[in-house]
């Protein structure tokens, strides 16, 4: 199963998103900043993630199932997206 990186615009930049929100949570515990501040920006770093990749696999079991031969197995899939929950 191969992801198309233009089937996956929304999720990168989520991602890319998400890499500057862990930067700047490692640079506000690096310099010691409020704890409160700090979960609240990693918590988001985490919903970013975890939205990403409930937005990849949907997308590669759409494309699974609109397009069989591609390959793709549905329970391969299914275990990855039940990896995320």
Same mark, same amino acid.
């Given at each position: 199963?191969n992801?198309?990186?233009?089937?996956?615009? =929304? =999720?990168?930049? /989520?991602?890319?998103r998400?890499?500057?929100?862990?930067? =700047?949570? +490692? /640079?506000?515990?690096?310099?010691?900043?409020?704890?409160?501040?700090?979960?609240?920006?990693?918590?988001?770093?985490?919903?970013? +993630? &975890?939205? =990403?990749? @409930?937005?990849?696999?949907?997308?590669?079991?759409?494309?699974?199932?609109?397009?069989?031969? /591609?390959?793709? &197995?549905v329970?391969?899939?299914?275990?990855? @997206?039940?990896?995320?929950?």
């Amino acid at each position: 199963m191969n992801v198309e990186p233009e089937s996956m615009k =929304a =999720a990168i930049n /989520r991602l890319k998103r998400a890499q500057g929100q862990l930067n =700047a949570v +490692v /640079r506000m515990l690096e310099e010691g900043q409020d704890c409160k501040s700090i979960i609240t920006q990693l918590s988001a770093v985490s919903s970013a +993630v &975890d939205k =990403a990749g @409930f937005a990849i696999i949907a997308t590669n079991l759409q494309q699974c199932l609109t397009n069989p031969e /591609r390959g793709g &197995d549905v329970a391969e899939l299914e275990k990855m @997206f039940l990896s995320l929950a």
